[in-house]
């Protein structure tokens, strides 16, 4: 690999972060659009259509005028699937990922969130130690590269939960303590939003699933039939629970649930819940080998 | 559930008695932000408030905003923040300052509703995230003091028929964030046994 390929690369990687983070903030997927829109029809309670009006009002103003759903631009998290043959390497595309997230912060300007965990002092443009964080994913026999920016609200990341159920607990297990997690939560993390449940491997990587989950398109399916079938029988009951949009009582009070898994140890059964709220955005770019930009592949 | 129109800051306590749990309201005239560390200033560090907060209508929040060559404040973003993790500056606030009204996302739990009954105090529900519409709605940022605590500081805002807000708990000894625990707890019991 040429220096100056990879540095050409590392620009077009790092103005990819700065436009993904500014733009997700903006203008929200329109797989999301339809759940709030199906939502807003299905809803029966008075304070819940009032909720979900004032929602549809608000995504509408953010388009025309071109300001931010949502004042929380949250943590920026990025999922990366990096190429085996992409040529630049993990290293620099963290580098590209942090400049651009800064960047974008400073020239918007956007509020910056990040915090020293125990001064709580202000580290910079929504960037610091480990900030941003990025999810990887290695793709054998590809030369390319996908980014997904998913800035990560504190409202519903403190609504994150999870219990090291026991295998004798069983799939009775994971489903209760999901449901007593989004009945617990009520209104704070801002439903009806995405719950994203990352069952199996080890307490971290549960946690980690859980967050895959949540950045999924909205009403996606586990490629396991068995988990796809989890994922349609949670979804059926949280909206049973009556908890409504902001918590206030109503039909909706999820838009989906969304489920990761991975195989675990014969004595472990972790069950993972992170929220996302209603604002559930997310923004993704493929990049070339050549760093040619195309912004309207989902993934 | 009727339909208000309140402007702030106000004189008259019947103005909050006559708020009901689930009633839509509209705020209009000036509002204060207010946050964690504005609070944990205030009453855990014991320095008194510099703003005027008595009959006020106080709003959870940390604004995005801009700051101007002339030394003033421009909006870029201003949305709410949750309520639950400041729910025990709700009593002092009421008993010593007078405040009237506090707003936020995701409600107050259970300890917020004797307070509230006793100081004739009422906690609004705005809808979390929708920040670009309430943008539109505050006209102008007034005045910032400690900005040194930037954007947790106290801000002054002028607003523009705010809302649309639901009444959560009001000073009547009712909140819909209790009862909508209540139902889903005894739901749970049900959903439980069908699993």
């Known amino acids: 690999m040429s220096t100056v390929i990879a540095t050409d690369l590392q620009h077009a990687v790092e103005d990819a972060a700065a436009h993904l983070y500014v733009w997700s903030l903006k203008d929200i997927p329109q797989d999301l659009r339809d759940a709030l829109a199906a939502a807003r029809l299905r809803e029966t309670s008075v304070t819940g259509q009032r909720v979900l009006n004032t929602i549809h009002k608000n995504v509408n103003i953010a388009d025309s005028e071109k300001n931010l759903v949502c004042q929380d631009t949250g943590i920026a998290v990025y999922t990366v699937r990096v190429g085996e043959h992409f040529p630049l390497h993990p290293v620099r595309i963290y580098e590209a990922l942090r400049d651009g997230t800064g960047r974008a912060t400073i020239e918007h300007p956007l509020r910056s969130n990040a915090v020293h965990t125990l001064t709580r002092e202000n580290t910079g443009p929504n960037i610091g130690y480990r900030l941003p964080i990025v999810h990887w994913e290695f793709i054998a026999d590809w030369d390319g590269l996908d980014v997904k920016c998913v800035p990560k609200g504190s409202g519903s990341e403190n609504m994150s939960f999870l219990k090291m159920c026991v295998p004798a607990d069983g799939v009775k297990g994971i489903k209760q303590f999901v449901l007593e997690s989004i009945v617990g939560a009520g209104g704070k993390p801002c439903p009806p939003g995405i719950v994203g449940v990352g069952i199996g491997g080890t307490a971290d990587y549960a946690m980690y699933l859980a967050k895959e989950a949540i950045t999924r398109p909205v009403g996606t399916r586990n490629a396991d039939p068995l988990v796809a079938q989890l994922e349609d029988e949670l979804y059926g009951l949280l909206n049973e629970t009556g908890i409504g949009p902001m918590g206030l009582g109503g039909d909706v009070t999820v838009l989906q649930c969304h489920i990761e898994h991975a195989d675990t140890h014969m004595t472990l059964n972790p069950v993972a819940v992170n929220y996302q709220c209603w604002a559930a955005r997310r923004a993704s770019v493929h990049v070339d080998a050549q760093g040619n930009l195309d912004y309207d592949r989902e993934f | 559930m009727a339909e208000h129109t309140v402007t702030f800051p106000i004189t008259d306590p019947q103005e909050i008695l006559k708020l009901r749990a689930g009633d839509e309201v509209t705020v209009q005239g000036h509002i204060i932000g207010i946050r964690d560390r504005t609070q944990i200033r205030i009453f855990d560090e014991g320095v008194e408030s510099p703003m005027d907060l008595s009959g006020a209508f106080l709003l959870h929040t940390a604004p995005g905003v801009r700051k101007l060559d002339n030394g003033r404040y421009e909006k870029v973003c201003i949305g709410t923040t949750t309520s639950a993790r400041m729910v025990r500056f709700t009593e002092p606030l009421g008993r010593q300052y007078?405040?009237?009204?506090?707003?936020?996302?995701?409600?107050?739990?259970?300890?917020?509703?004797?307070?509230?009954?006793?100081?004739?105090?009422?906690?609004?529900?705005?809808?979390?995230?929708?920040?670009?519409?309430?943008?539109?709605?505050?006209?102008?940022?007034e005045e910032v003091m400690w900005e040194e605590l930037m954007p947790e500081c106290l801000w002054k805002f002028r607003v523009k028929d705010f809302g649309p807000l639901t009444v959560g708990i009001d000073a009547h000894g009712n909140s819909l964030y209790h009862d909508v625990q209540t139902a889903a707890q005894l739901k749970l019991k049900e959903l439980y046994a069908r699993l």
């Open chain 2, 98 to 141: 007078g405040v009237r009204a506090i707003c936020g996302k995701g409600g107050f739990p259970d300890e917020a509703i004797a307070p509230m009954q006793e100081l004739g105090m009422v906690y609004f529900a705005i809808v979390g995230g929708a920040a670009a519409l309430e943008t539109t709605q505050i006209e102008e940022i």
